[in-house]
């Protein structure tokens, strides 16, 4: 991902397996506040910088029903 693809409002996942693995959505860019949604990050809040956070974030998610899936990158 780069720094253009982050959006508020919207989810983004680490990729982990397991117990690692979480979902965090975007309160703020430009203060670098995002809230845990799933897995590990679940009911935590924080802070990055859009740099920590691509360094974190493999992909952005959309919950489909029960299950986080990756949004299909646009053609």
Not at 45 to 68: D, I, P, Q, Y
Request: with cysteine; proline share 3%.
């Amino acid at each position: 991902m780069n720094e253009l693809d982050l959006r508020p409002d919207h989810y983004y996942s680490n990729g982990a397996w397991g117990r690692d693995w979480g979902v965090r959505r975007i309160l703020k860019i430009e203060h670098g506040l995002w809230q845990g949604v799933a897995g590990t990050c679940r009911r935590k809040r924080g802070e990055a910088t859009r740099a920590e956070f691509l360094v974190w974030t493999k992909n952005e998610v959309t919950l489909n029903e029960n299950s986080w899936q990756r949004v299909s990158a646009p053609d």
